[in-house]
């Protein structure tokens, strides 16, 4: 069956500093892959989606960027952190254009 | 591209009454419809999902239904217990890869 990983769990950063936070696959091949965001108690906010290595869509014009440097890992990075990128980032995979599955997650607190 | 209303943001049941939430989306096109169940701190689960070519799924005590002409579905959940309290999305596909999702829906049940 597939899992998918985030970490870390959670992480507090203070502004202007970078940022990486990873996501693998495990169980399938060619998944696409998808940032979001969550603020606190609101809605998901897509950032990004990747259909395949290399390939990524951006939603959001900000300060955040995407990589996927192999098939099952997506990473988001930024290089300097704003108090606003504060919330709750996760990772999905679908192996179909349509189910996509969460990962568990990284809450983040910039300071 | 898509847009997709969720209609009310909060809703408190009684335990055993039904629970209703509806979502607008605007794209005649969009062909697929979940709806993510997620509770406090925890990642959104799949529930329960709709493809047009259908007007009603059921799985349980969940159903959902999809009205194409109107361009709304709506999530029915009978014999409400406890642990069904949670904020709830829905969600349209657009194009072949993006979900656009739904401001939410925390719902409470009352015991």
């Known amino acids: 069956s597939q899992t998918i990983h985030q970490w870390p769990a959670t992480l507090v950063q203070p502004v202007g500093s970078p940022l990486s936070l990873e996501c693998t696959v495990e169980?399938?091949?060619?998944?696409?892959l998808y940032w979001y965001r969550q603020a606190a108690g609101r809605g998901l906010q897509l950032l990004f989606y990747s259909v395949g290595i290399g390939q990524i869509s951006s939603e959001v014009p900000q300060n955040l960027s995407a990589s996927r440097p192999q098939d099952r890992q997506f990473i988001l990075s930024s290089k300097k952190l704003l108090l606003s990128d504060s919330g709750f980032y996760l990772c999905?995979?679908?192996?179909?254009?349509?189910?996509?599955?969460f990962g568990p997650g990284t809450r983040l607190t910039v300071t | 591209g898509e847009n997709v209303e969720q209609h009310p943001s909060t809703l408190s049941v009684q335990e055993g009454d039904s629970a209703v939430i509806k979502c607008t989306y605007s794209?005649?096109?969009?062909?697929?419809f979940p709806w993510y169940k997620q509770e406090l701190g925890k990642r959104p689960q799949l529930i329960i999902d709709?493809?047009?070519?259908?007007g009603e799924k059921k799985d349980q005590r969940i159903a959902v239904t999809l009205n194409k002409t109107a361009k709304h579905f709506s999530l029915h959940i009978t014999e409400t217990q406890p642990e069904d309290s949670a904020v709830y999305f829905c969600?349209?596909?657009?194009?072949?890869?993006?979900?656009?999702f739904g401001q939410g829906t925390r719902l409470t049940i009352n015991p």
């Open positions: 794209d005649s096109a969009s062909n697929y």
């Open positions: 969600a349209a596909i657009q194009g072949a890869q993006k979900l656009v």
């Open positions: 709709i493809r047009s070519n259908v």
């Open positions: 999905a995979w679908s192996q179909t254009p349509y189910e996509q599955y």
């Open positions: 169980g399938t091949s060619n998944p696409n």
